[in-house]
Structure formats: C-alpha cells, structure tokens
C-alpha cells in the first residue's frame, strides 16, 4: 500500500502540472530509440459494436464457457464515429529491457505480481524481449511520460487494433488461430518475445494487439460512457478525472492466459489501478493527449 500511495501522490503532481513536458534525459532517450513508432493519421472511424455484433460474440462467449457475462457486451454499445487526430503508437508492447532502464534510472520499483512476489525472478517472465508485466497503471504511465509519451486512449487503442473498417481482430474478421494470430489460452503458457506473430498484426503492422498480454489504456473505467447523448462526432474524447485515481481503468486485447472470446478488440475489460499482475503490460503513444485538470 505505501508503494501505490506512493506512486500515486508522485503522479497527482505530473497532473497537476497539466503534464509540461520534462526534458528527455539520457537513458529515456536511448530507449526512445529502441521504440519503433507506427503513424495513425486524423480522421473518424467506427467505435463500439452493433446490437446484432454484441449479442453473436456474447453467444459465442456462452459457448466457450469464457465466464464473460452480458453487461461486459452492452459496454460496447453503441457503435459510434469518433474523430481522433494524428498519432504514432508503438508497434509493439514495451518489453522487460526497456522497462529496467526506468527502474534503472528514476530508482523505481521493480515489478511485481497481484500477490506481490518478484516478477523478475521469474525466468518465464524475464527475458530481454517479452513484454513487461507486473506493472500496475501508475507504474505503466510514469514510464510513458519519462520517454515523453502517454499510455493510448481507449479510443486510440481500438482505433489502432481496428482500423477505419471496424476489423473484428486486427487481422480481419476470422477467428484468431493460436500459434497463427496470437498467443492466447495457456498455448505457451507464459508471454511470448514481441512480435511472434506476423499473421496477427494489423494492416499497419502493429503486433500482439491481440492476446500475449493485456494492455493499459489511458482512460477509467466507465461502462455506459458510449451511451451518452454526444453531439456530433467526439473529437479526442477520453475518459480520465484524476481526482478518483482508484477508479478502474481500461485494459485491452486479452492475454496468454484468456480465451479467444478476450481477443476481439471492441472488448472493454477493467482493472484496479493500484494492482499488478502476470498478464498486463502497456504500449505507448505520442504526443501525449491533453488532459486539462
């Protein structure tokens, strides 16, 4: 508890300093260059799912026995335009090597699972390449404004996993194959290196959007938030009041560890902010959105 009061009075004083942005230092600078950037350009695209979509992935889910119950679907509703400007998100997930050069630099904690043992003395965890995990969203988000970034919208995040076609999966729309698209249902049992999965990418060529691990979105949870009477089409819209740092935050995309029912990118799934665990890493994205205070 004092390291996540810690982390949090540490990050209420970047937001309260509207996120200006700091001087990149040396060591961030030298893991800005390992990131490989991937351009979205501005413009509107589809959000969200239609009642018919919804309600089929919700049969399916039935179907598996995935456990996902129907409030997790009608979070998708309704499907709506939102208009984003121009971004680059990173093509893959931030990796156990990138991230020790933070713990490195800023002397921050080391990651840790949801019962706090030593992620890093895991050696199914550890390798240089495999994405970091153990990682709670203050943690995630720190290392994003260290390197002068952010953690992805919501709406970034799915609009880089589905394109302006609305794709089901990044891929398309068939049906995520394991050891072809991603990595998902205990196949490997543990989070593969970056980039395993060629077939799995999106047109843009962003990996492991899908499966390998779950990924941190910038925004709280709110499962109606696509039910409000917008006026005309959202521009840039997120959802994030710093004052309720405990509230649930989005994570997307599912894990090593979830079924296929987890995979489809307009999923919305939650986590508490304060927690770690062995199947949630983040990616990042720049510049970093403008959140007033």
Known sequence: MKRGCFVVVGLCLAIYGNFAVAEIGKAAQQVLATIEWVAIPEGEFLMGSTPEEANAAYQDAKLRSSMLEQHTFD????????YLSAYEISRY?????????FVAAMNRPTPRGHNGEETWADETLNGDTQPIVGVTWFDAQAFAEWIGGSLPTEAQWERAARGTE?????WGNTPPKARQHANFARRYNRPM??????????????ADLAGNVWEWCLDEYDPTIYQR????????RFNLRFRDVLRSRVIRGGAWDVGSAFLRSSLRFKFYPLDSTHTI???VVRPRPVIKP
Do not use: C
Not at 93 to 101: F, H, L, V
Not at 166 to 170: N, V
Not at 193 to 206: A, L, V, W
């Open 75 to 82: 979070a998708e509703l309704p499907q709506h335009q939102v």
């Open 93 to 101: 997930e931030i990796t156990n090597a990138q991230y020790r050069a």
């Open 166 to 170: 609305a794709r089901m999966y990044p």
């Open 193 to 206: 290196p970056i980039g395993q999965f060629p077939k799995g990418r999106s047109p843009e060529g962003i």
């Open 229 to 236: 009477n917008w006026k005309g089409v959202p521009h840039d």
């Open 281 to 283: 890493g983040f990616r």
